[in-house]
């Protein structure tokens, strides 16, 4: 090979080495970088004067001001919470109908003794809406008339992870935009991502 050649395969390979790349690229990636940050500044600072669809933040203002949006993956049962069932209190301890988990695919607990177990707690109505509230829950149930809180929400998932999934997307099925996604959609947010 010619020593020219040779050189030039030395040069070239050296540009083609990762951290001589990154290197010699590195102010450049910063620049780049710095120019998008000082971009969606420079579009916040001005927000005032822009209307919200040229935003592209929702076509009307939003009501609320923040959401608090709370999944306890293993947290207390909403049985022992805010859901209280007086049809649990008159079952307590005796077989669960079969009615309940008819069609339900449980087979862990198949040709096991299922029994109706009642709230290990009282519940007490609290506030102007005499919302329900049970013992474990003292702090919570003084803000009864100033929290929301949904019970209308039900699916057909019995077992926990696509019981969550279904919760926070609608659809028992994963890849769905997720409640805090539409959240930002409604409130908007000043994050690009």
């Keep these: 090979m010619n020593p020219s050649n040779q050189k030039s395969a030395a040069r070239f390979q050296a540009a083609l080495n990762r951290r001589t790349f990154l290197t010699s690229a590195g102010v ?45 993956a293993g947290g207390p049962s909403h049985l022992e919470t805010f859901d209280y069932k007086p049809e649990l209190e008159r079952l307590d301890g005796k077989p669960m109908p079969e009615s309940f988990t008819q069609g339900q695919p449980i087979a862990q607990l198949r040709g096991k003794a299922l029994k109706c177990q009642r709230p290990l707690t009282k519940f007490r109505p609290h506030g102007k809406s005499g919302l329900l509230f049970s013992d474990y829950l003292k702090h919570q149930s003084k803000l009864a008339d100033d929290i929301c809180i949904v019970k209308s929400m039900v699916t057909e998932q019995i077992n926990h992870d696509p019981a969550h999934t279904f919760m926070n997307t609608g659809t028992a099925i994963s890849g769905r935009p997720s409640m805090g996604s539409w959240n930002n959609y409604v409130l908007g947010s000043e994050c690009q991502d």
Excluded: W, Y
Excluded at 34 to 45: G, I, K, P, W
């Design 28 to 72: 450049g990636f910063g620049a780049a970088a710095l120019s998008t940050l000082l971009t969606d500044e420079s579009v916040a600072f001005g927000a005032n004067d822009l209307d919200q669809n040229e935003l592209g933040l929702p076509h009307h203002k939003a009501k609320i001001k923040r959401v608090i949006f709370l999944c306890m």
